[in-house]
């Protein structure tokens, strides 16, 4: 089955390779550069899963995560962190706003499929 | 990592360090703007993550340390001073260095880089704490195994864990991919339905689980919700509780080692000597769902050692294939009648019969799934077949040819392998005539002298999927092209996808071969093939890259006797489609209809369906209704609809054959009888479609000639 991933991240080399990695596995994949822009594709379209960034300008991945849980489509989305492993605090707090889990970076293609497999199915 | 990745990475960092320099000028300017060092943070957060992940594991040191700095300046604990600016602009001109240029080459390049480094920590250190080890998900790996264990799981959903993104459901299903697994729900902190929030989650689950998998894969299977859900893992049998039936465990035993009930409670019960579970409920100790629960975990240990024990006595009778036969038709006839003792019950409103009938749809279903399965084969009986055909075949047509199967363990309805069989002869013999090359034609070609032939078989929903592929020339487009315009099939000058174009090859007398040879090139089978595969209520795909071979994906159901059908009415007539070709069913009233001009097309969510109008097609002629129903599916990959008066709902369906008399009839692939006696026909979508095609083209070729 296809599925819709929404990859935010201000990196755009984290972002080409997330949807490297998602559009080889058969994903369809949407780019968004930062928190703002991921907020402004949740526009009613179907989006099955959102990978996001934590650190981004404009609006932060707490920020995003908290937007995405009080838009009636996306409530029940599966929202996947990137952290890095200093950022425990953080990941508590995503996990607070909304966020099913979390990636720490860095990673391989590999771990992403496995935790894309795990939300998804 | 990929290369494209480190490029990418290279030229996100030269932007980054730019305006890395930029901020922290600014910064220098304005020591304590909270914007300025955000982005002076971002920034250098940016670089070492996406530096990690590329593989520039010095840039990620470095800058790790740089990072951690910010963070305490974020924080209002460190102030920015020219010293603190300097120093993080000698950093990224390290970093710089490390990425752009041949830095190994500067002798004293590492030690300023040591410096830097140590300066940062030395900033740093007095705000330290002791490092926390981070986790992340790892997938569990598979070297972890050892012995199967069993284990117990009680894992109890945070309320809200479904508005955390996270489906328990999909959790219960990894879990049940480790091993053998029996879950119980349970339900007792369901509130009544006015206390209800729907997006809660009120209901938990106890696990009983054997795999071999280790503690660490199940733990795995939790990692995002055990921070909030409450999951509880225990070791109940290490393994060797097979060998001593001596240690199965007795159900009070279970529920006080749970912590369901207390050790006095259980042993006043006990003293009363009634059946423990029913005493227990009886008392109001435990709800009967934790009863069950415990229940299910002896079962599980139970039938381990049953099995064990099983597998040291024969388990296997033979017992010959028409007794079988019968059997089904039997368990037919058996589906036809309970559907009308199902009818007669609702029509006459009888409770208690209602009651029967319900018990006897249950068990009537039950005994058709096990007496399908009796005739369940592996397909990899016929494999084996294949394997000699091969051989023989490739050493006449001195052709170097290996097969490799996948898949042999599939099993499939007995009656299905059996008609399989000359089909998959048919394909493997073209394979190795046409589509493997000699070998010195596949090493100029840049290929592996030997040929490969790939017979792979899968489940995927309730239909088996067999391919036959090869690593040959594949399919000679042009040929096929010209062949088709001269046997009049395709017109000349027209454009045609591969998809349009290589089913041609299933039209009867079609051949490109010049030669005919002893094994194929006659230009009769692939339609017979199709034939074949048509009869079985399968579907053939083939796709082929021409220099690198053929592939042909066969899509077959699981069983050919009974089939899940969507039952539907046109006029009076009742007919059936196959479930497994429907995809949903959508309303359209009759100005919808006619808005179209005759052109057959649904609008459903925006998008254009065609649609077969069986009203049409089998001129029904009485009372049009106001409402119709489009059943939309899949036929042979294309998205098409089938307009119906309406839609009665899913039907057992015992597929009967219609009978010499009917042969001619395409549209159909056979009856069934329904629960008020009366005769209801399957139809054959593929046909139908084709037949839709083939009139479309027609039509379309005289308002050319028009």
Known sequence: MIRTIMTVDDSSSIRQMVNFTLSHAGHQVIEAVDGKDGAAKLDGRKIDMIITDLHMPNMDGIRLIREIRSHEHYRYVPIIMLTTESQDEKKLEGKAAGATGWIVKPFQPDQLLAVVKKVLR | MNDLHRTAYLDEAAELLVELEQALLQLEGDPTDQEYIGRVFRVLH?????????????????????????????????????????????????????????????????????????????????????????QGYVPASQEMKGKAATWRIRFKPATNILRQGSDPLLLLEELRELGECRIVAQTCTIPPLDELEPDDCHIFWDIILTTDAGLDAIRDVFIFVDDTSDIRIDLIDEGDLADNPETRRKLGEILLERGDISREDLDRVLAERKYIGQMLVAEGLVTPDKVLSAVEEIEHLREKTRLHEARETTSSIRVPAEKLDRLVDLVGELVTVQARLTRTAVHHQINDLLTIAEEVERLTAELRDTSLDIRMLPIGTTFSKFRRIIRDLSQEMGKDIRLVTEGAETELDKTLIEKLNDPLVHLIRNSIDHGIEPSAERIAAGKPPRGTITLAASHSGDSVLVRISDDGRGLDRDAIHAKGVAAGIIPPNAEFS??????????????????????????????????????????????????????????????????????????????????????????????????????????????????????????????????HQVVIGRVNGMQVGFLVDDVIGEHQTVIKSLGKMYRQVSSFSGATILGDGTVALILNLEELLAHELRAGCESSAASIES
């Open chain 2, 46 to 134: 940016t670089i070492k993550g996406s530096g990690a992940m590329f593989g520039f594991v010095r840039v990620a040191s470095l800058t790790h340390g740089v990072e951690t700095v910010y963070d305490l300046v974020r924080g209002g604990k460190i102030a920015v001073d020219k010293d603190l600016v300097d120093l993080t602009l000698a950093a990224r001109d390290c970093i710089r260095l490390m990425l752009f240029s041949d830095a190994e080459e500067d002798p004293h390049f590492e030690q300023r880089t040591a410096r830097i480094s140590a300066s940062f920590l030395q900033i740093a250190e007095p705000f330290q704490a002791a490092p926390v080890p981070g």
């Open chain 2, 498 to 627: 591969d998809r349009q174009l290589f089913p041609l090859i299933f039209t009867p007398g079609f051949t490109t071969t010049s030669e005919i040879t002893d094994i194929s090139g006659r230009g009769v089978g692939m339609d017979v093939v199709k034939k074949t595969i048509d009869a079985m209520q399968g579907s053939i795909d083939l796709q082929s890259d021409k220099g690198k071979g053929t592939t042909i994906s066969i899509r077959l159901p699981l069983t050919l006797a009974i089939i899940e059908s969507l039952l539907v009415r046109i006029g009076e007539s009742h007919y059936v489609l196959p479930l497994n070709s429907v995809d949903e069913c959508v309303e359209i009233i009759n100005e919808e209809i006619a808005d179209c001009r005759g052109k057959h097309i649904a609008t459903v969510r925006g998008s254009q369906i065609p649609y077969v109008h069986l009203r049409e097609r089998f001129t029904i002629v009485d009372e049009l209704p106001e409402i």
